[in-house]
């Protein structure tokens, strides 16, 4: 779900507010997965959400959902 967020919002000019927020949903992404791979499942959780929600905000800001 976070991939298709990221491949949506790909062709769309943002100001650069809206860039560093996609950026920081980026790293709390990778950070999911840093997480994920050791095992910290609940903190694995909880970056990927917070990502998520931040990629949503954007999508619905620019008009893509």
């Known amino acids: 779900m976070f991939r298709d967020s990221l491949e949506l919002i790909s062709g769309t000019k943002l100001d650069g507010k809206m860039s560093s927020v996609v950026e920081m949903a980026k790293l709390y992404a990778s ?33 893509l959902k």
């Open 31 to 63: 950070d999911a997965q840093s997480y994920l791979d050791k095992g910290d499942i609940l903190t694995a959780f909880s970056c990927i959400s917070y990502a998520h929600g931040l990629m949503d905000s954007i999508l619905s800001l620019v008009g």
